[in-house]
C-alpha cells in the first residue's frame, strides 16, 4: 500500500484527468446517458451545461486532493472524507439507473469505486500507523 502523499497524488491526477474528459465530451456523455435528448436542442443544452458543471467539481476535488497531499496530519480524514463522498456519487446514479431511464458511464463509476476502495485501505492504513507510532 502506498502513503497517504501517493495516494492523494494518483488520486487528484486520475479526478484531474475525468474532469477535462468530462468537460471536453460533455455532448457526447449527455446523449450516451439520456437516450433521445438529441431530439431536443434545448435538452441537449441542459444535459451538456450540467456534465460541464460535473467536469467543474471534479476538477475541484482534484485541486483540494492535490493541495492535501502535504498535510502532515489529517491526510488519513482526506482520503476517508474522499471515499464516503464518492460512495454517495455512486449511490446517487445507481438510484437514478433503477429509477429513471438513463445510462450513466459504468467505466467510470467502476474506476470511481475503485478509487473510494484505495482511498479508504490508504487511510485506514496511515491511521493504524499513526496509532502504533503513539502506543
Known amino acids: 500500500m502506498m502513503s497517504t502523499r501517493t495516494s492523494l497524488t494518483v488520486i487528484s491526477l486520475v ?7 468530462i468537460f471536453l465530451g460533455a455532448r457526447a456523455i449527455a446523449t450516451g446517458a439520456f437516450p433521445g435528448i438529441a431530439e431536443s436542442e434545448m435538452a441537449l443544452l441542459v444535459g451538456t451545461s450540467m456534465h460541464e458543471a460535473l ?3 471534479a476538477f475541484c ?27 454517495g456519487i455512486i449511490g446517487v446514479a445507481s438510484y437514478h439507473m433503477a429509477t429513471m431511464p438513463v445510462e450513466p ?5 467502476v474506476i ?16 493504524s500507523a499513526a496509532k502504533m507510532a503513539t502506543a
Open 15 to 21: 479526478y484531474l484527468a475525468q474532469a477535462f474528459g
Open 55 to 57: 467536469a467543474g467539481i
Open 61 to 87: 476535488t482534484g485541486m483540494v486532493l492535490w493541495f492535501s497531499r502535504n498535510l502532515e496530519a489529517g491526510a488519513d480524514q482526506v482520503l476517508k472524507g474522499f471515499a464516503i463522498g464518492t460512495l
Open 105 to 109: 458511464p459504468i467505466p467510470l463509476l
Open 112 to 127: 470511481m469505486l475503485g478509487l473510494a476502495i484505495y482511498a479508504w485501505l490508504s487511510a485506514s492504513r496511515a491511521g
